[in-house]
T-cell receptor
Framework: AQKITQTQPGMFVQEKEAVTLDCTYD???????LFWYKQPSSGEMIFLIY??????QNATEGRYSLNFQKARKSANLVISASQLGDSAMYFC?????????????FGGGTRLMVKP | GAVVSQHPSRVICKSGTSVKIECRSL??????MFWYRQFPKQSLMLMAT?????????EQGVEKDKFLINHASLTLSTLTVTSAHPEDSSFYIC????????????FGDGTRLSIL
């Protein structure tokens, strides 16, 4: 079974509007971390935001916020006030267990295209 | 933020050549480094996990003798693609993490390998 599922292969959003990128996960481990990365066409992976399974509040980092719904096992990324530079691939990833050395499992990604 | 340097960024070489890719953590000690492979328009697939001073742990289906990984120090891991063939052409990207449990993996900028 897929551990990380991103159901939106591609999305369009109008510049300056907010957009939500979906991510659902599957784990039986009570301790896990959820990450979002941005990958522009140049290929590098840029860390955006992190949510721990025991965190009480949703993570926020500037224009990025994570809508963490633990019971639903979802960790959607919300980008507010979209900018043209936000056009990229976005990957949701999960790290299971409390050991930071554990590997990341990635979702299939969502290509976001911001329209001027 | 933490910086991971990956070199070279682009390699084009003939079939049968061995190619070495370096991954360095510039401002933190990376106990664990990860090597990923990414095919066009696909997600990242973990190839192997390397811990400083010990043998790398390879994912199922990844040939150890084909993809040699050396993690000689806390700041350097290398991936050598031995006797590369056209099917090895891909985007290879490394990541490293520090000691803190909640730290994200920081990625290098990737290496685009093209075997003629």
């Amino acid at each position: 079974a897929q551990k990380i599922t991103q159901t939106q292969p591609g999305m369009f959003v109008q510049e300056k509007e907010a957009v939500t990128l979906d991510c659902t996960y599957d784990t039986s481990d009570p301790s896990y971390g959820l990450f979002w990365y941005k990958q522009p066409s140049s290929g590098e992976m840029i860390f955006l935001i992190y949510q721990g399974s025991y965190d009480q509040q949703n993570a926020t980092e500037g224009r990025y916020s994570l809508n963490f719904q633990k019971a639903r096992k979802s960790a959607n990324l919300v980008i507010s006030a979209s900018q043209l530079g936000d056009s990229a691939m976005y990957f949701c990833a999960m790290r299971e267990g409390g050991n930071a050395g554990n590997m990341l499992t990635f979702g299939g990604g969502t290509r976001l295209m911001v329209k001027p | 933020g933490a910086v991971v340097s990956q070199h070279p960024s682009r390699v084009i070489c003939k079939s049968g050549t061995s190619v070495k890719i370096e991954c360095r953590s510039l401002d933190f000690q990376a106990t664990t480094m990860f090597w990923y492979r990414q095919f066009p328009k696909q997600s990242l697939m973990l190839m192997a996990t390397s811990n400083e001073g010990s043998k790398a742990t390879y994912e199922q289906g990844v040939e150890k003798d084909k993809f040699l990984i050396n993690h000689a120090s806390l700041t350097l891991s290398t991936l050598t693609v031995t006797s590369a063939h056209p099917e090895d052409s891909s985007f290879y990207i490394c990541s490293a993490r520090g000691h803190s449990k909640n730290q994200p993996q920081h990625f290098g900028d990737g290496t685009r390998l093209s075997i003629l």
